[in-house]
């Protein structure tokens, strides 16, 4: 069964618009969550990340919002760039036994920011 | 500043062959992992490891075999290469508990 969905499997927005992509997780013992980027032909990197004691985390252009009660995150990049265009990949981090070591990652939201 | 780096990028194979694929970090990181993306099916945990000379199996472990010697470096090998087993490979490296993982630029493997 997948723990971490990710139901849009591609999303296109303008440029200077808002991008959303959504997570959905089924497992409540995530403690951790975070949102990794990925370039064709490279690895993911990093991107941002929020604990489930938060509901929100900014870094630049770039919003998580955590709704534990509906397991659910989003992913808010305002204003959207060409530069965006990218897989997005959610993921999340149990908090017990050998879970705190591994991610668990969805299946990724290809982002178009037309131009 | 190197960060993960696996070799080889490309490979083929044919069914039954062997293989190992080399993940090197110069970033001391105690937990190493090995990831396969598939076209639909996201990024899914074959084997990783939380410290030299640990190994533990992931979500996806048949087929492979992993081994982490030392510190810097884990290892992926293929005993017997089936073509189920043609993915990207991607190795990555961390070191916190907090998820935050580097990851290299990807093994691209056919096996024919």
């Known amino acids: 069964d997948q723990q971490v969905k990710q139901n849009s499997p591609s999303l296109s927005v303008q440029e200077g618009r808002i991008s959303i992509l959504n997570c959905d997780y089924t497992?409540?013992?995530?403690?951790?969550f975070l949102w990794y980027k990925k370039y064709p032909a490279e690895g993911p990197t990093f991107l941002i990340s929020?604990?489930?004691?938060?509901d929100k985390n900014e870094d630049g252009r770039f919003t998580v919002f955590l709704n534990k009660s509906a397991k659910h995150l989003s992913l808010h990049i305002v204003p959207s760039q060409p530069g965006d265009s990218a897989v997005y990949f959610c993921?999340?981090?149990?908090?017990?036994?050998?879970?705190?070591?591994?991610?668990?990652f969805g299946k990724g939201t290809l982002l178009t920011v037309n131009p | 500043n190197a960060g993960v780096t696996q070799t080889p990028k490309f490979r083929v194979l044919k069914t039954g062959q062997s293989m190992t694929l080399l993940c090197a970090q110069d970033?001391?990181?105690?937990?190493m992992y090995w990831y396969r993306q598939d076209p639909g099916m996201g990024l899914r945990l074959i084997h990783y490891?939380?410290?030299?000379?640990?190994?533990a199996k992931g979500e996806v472990p048949d087929g492979y075999n992993v081994s982490r010697l030392k510190k810097q470096n884990f290892l992926l090998g293929l005993e017997s290469a089936a073509p189920s087993q043609t993915s990207v490979y991607f190795c990555?490296?961390?070191?916190?508990?907090?998820?935050?993982?580097?990851f290299g630029s990807g093994t691209q493997l056919s096996v024919l």
């Open positions: 497992n409540s013992m995530f403690d951790y």
């Open positions: 929020i604990s489930s004691i938060k």
């Open positions: 970033m001391n990181h105690e937990y």
């Open positions: 993921a999340a981090r149990g908090n017990s036994g050998g879970s705190n070591y591994k991610l668990t």
């Open positions: 490891s939380v410290g030299e000379g640990t190994t």
């Open positions: 990555a490296s961390g070191g916190t508990g907090y998820g935050k993982l580097f």
